[in-house]
């Protein structure tokens, strides 16, 4: 049994090894998180606190206000590594005002082209940007130039739950997070501390 155990792992190792040899590229990746189930933006911002940890300079842009004072933008606001954005107003359903979601999408972006085009950034996670281009306030195209155009080694993160194909086509990482359950439909309300 047990020397069943080591000569798998023997085979085991030299095939995980080859694939790490082969794995030798240094560049920044672009991760899409996306999915209905929960834990998108909370895993966008627990990579960033592991770049900060080696010293990384961090960006966050929220294209969607959502609660004030979250939780991780109390954590965060005040890391010199960290400079943290929050430009849009509310869910669509919330603001309810088209042309002032299309300006704050706009002028979301504008700061977000800026910080592309900026190698002091090492990290940068765009929270619920995918919407932007479901609700057809921002055109893809530019974000996917932009995006290609960054600096080499930059990283970029973005979150939502449907994503722009064109995003996809040029992702490195896509993950998918699925809805199985949810507290909210247990009747759970949402809390400090789990939700924001
Ligand atoms: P989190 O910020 O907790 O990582 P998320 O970014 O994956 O969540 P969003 O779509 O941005 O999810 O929604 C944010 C809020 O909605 C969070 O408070 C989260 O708990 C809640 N939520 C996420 N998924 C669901 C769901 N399937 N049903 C109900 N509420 C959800
Ligand atoms: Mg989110």
Redesign the pocket.
Known sequence: MTDNHKTRMVAKKAVMDKKIAAANEERGVLILLKG????????AFGTMARSIGHGKKCAVIQFIK?RNETGEYKFFKDHPMVDWHVMGHGFTWETQDKSQDITAAQKAWALAEELLQNDAYDMLVFD?MSYMFKYQYLEVGPVVAALQKRPKDQNVII?G?TMALPLQDIADTISV?Q?ER?A??LGVK?QKGI??
């Open positions: 209905n189930g929960k834990g998108k933006s909370s895993s959502g619920e979150t739950r997070v809805d949810h909210f439909r949402a939700e924001f």
